[in-house]
């Protein structure tokens, strides 16, 4: 193999790629990237015992057909270290030599033969999405998901495609998030299944380019994400999380005696600036609701006290105080692109619910409730 590409470009790919490398491998080659040239390009390929990603990397001259597996922490220090506009490979037996700017590193590796072979044969998608969609999808609900005892259902998210309609949801017992949006084509039935979170982080990164598609295909108890069409498509395939996820439709509150609706970017710098003063051990802000106006206040009796104010219009319902994470609160609101957001609340002790339109529903169990 012997090649010469874009450096930056390379790193970025590399980067990605080594996302999905296990740093404890029992298999050598789950440790490695393997790169392949063929047909004037190369392609990036990174596997664990549950996902694996092929990513294409562009501005590339391939002068020599080729394989390698070499280590991947030590193939992207080099690549990093590396400085010049270009680098270049050059393969030996199962030697890597990278060639930049007056810089010659010679990486061993192993025999490309034992890197995993992906056995998945192209099918026909289950539905196309837009990346874009498909993004502000992914980056709406990922937040929420569980991040301990992640073999089990709800350390992955919820997948649902019924129709051209796409649904996520994810929770970690203490909140629920649920985000919809719209595919572009979609086969008869419907897709259910359940993604790991690791699987939607990296698909985040994948579907960077807005105008690409994703497509989606279900095989065998996978799921394969192509991003982008032809030879130059990137692709994420992923084994899927076993298990019933929580019957979430039932934690959504059906009923509500408050609602209001308040301005984005004054409600998150305020409880932002609240949770100053907290502490983990008291870790809760209370937002105390009236017809004109919301205080939100924290406090820590070793920190001290916070409370701020901002003006309510169109407050429906009794007066009410109730205590949420701040974090909680914040973390989805930087999630919202939409100027407003509407709150709907019961009691103090019963969870509250925020909505924009029909495309997120986010509810969170007030502080000493979860």
Same mark, same amino acid.
């Given at each position: 193999m012997k090649l010469i590409c874009d450096r930056a470009v390379l790193a970025a790919a590399v980067q990605l790629a080594q996302q999905v490398v296990a740093t404890r491998a029992a298999v050598p080659a789950l440790s490695c990237i393997k790169l392949t040239a063929k047909d004037g390009r190369l392609t990036l390929q990174a596997a664990d015992k549950d996902i694996a990603v092929e990513v294409p990397v562009a501005a590339v001259e391939v002068k020599e057909a080729g394989e390698a597996l070499v280590p991947a922490k030590k193939l992207a220090e080099v690549v990093n270290e590396c400085e010049g506009a270009t680098i270049s490979f050059e393969v030996s037996k199962h030697a890597l030599t990278i060639k930049a700017d007056r810089m010659k590193f010679s990486i061993l590796g192993f025999d490309p033969k034992e890197f995993p072979s992906n056995k998945d044969a192209a099918v026909k998608p289950d539905f196309v999405v837009p990346a874009d969609t498909l993004r502000r999808l992914v980056v709406r609900s990922v937040f929420a998901a569980a991040t301990e005892n992640t073999r089990f259902a709800m350390g992955g998210v919820y997948m649902e495609r019924k129709g051209k309609r796409l649904r996520l949801v994810a929770t970690d017992g203490r909140r629920l998030v649920v985000t919809k949006g719209d595919c572009s084509t979609a086969n008869e039935g419907d897709t259910i299944a359940i993604v790991p979170t690791k699987a939607?982080? =990296? *698909?985040?990164? *994948?579907? +960077? $380019? #807005?105008?690409?598609?994703v497509q989606v295909s279900r095989v065998e108890g996978r799921l394969i994400f192509t991003v982008g069409e032809g030879p130059e498509a990137a692709r994420l395939m992923?084994? =899927?999380?076993? @298990?019933?996820?929580? #019957? !979430?439709? &039932?934690?959504?509150?059906?009923?509500? &005696?408050?609602?209001?609706?308040?301005?984005? $970017? $004054? =409600? *998150?710098?305020s409880v932002r600036?609240? @949770?100053?003063l907290t502490t983990e051990q008291s870790k809760g802000v209370?937002? @105390? !609701?009236?017809?004109?106006? *919301?205080?939100? +206040? %924290?406090? +820590? #009796? &070793?920190? %001290?006290?916070?409370?701020?104010?901002?003006?309510l219009s169109g407050y429906q319902g009794q007066p009410i105080e109730i205590v949420f994470n701040p974090g909680y609160v914040t973390e989805a609101l930087r999630l919202v692109d939409s100027p407003e957001i509407t709150l709907e609340m019961k009691a103090p002790n019963k969870p509250g619910v925020f909505r924009v339109g029909q495309e997120f529903t986010y509810v969170i169990m007030p502080t000493g409730q979860g």
């Open positions: 939607m982080n =990296l *698909l985040n990164r *994948l579907a +960077s $380019q #807005p105008d690409d598609a992923t084994n =899927l999380i076993e @298990g019933t996820f929580p #019957p !979430f439709e &039932d934690v959504i509150p059906k009923e509500h &005696d408050r609602k209001v609706t308040c301005d984005v $970017q $004054q =409600l *998150l710098a600036r609240a @949770g100053i209370k937002l @105390g !609701f009236t017809a004109t106006e *919301l205080k939100i +206040s %924290g406090s +820590s #009796p &070793d920190v %001290g006290e916070a409370e701020i104010s901002m003006p």
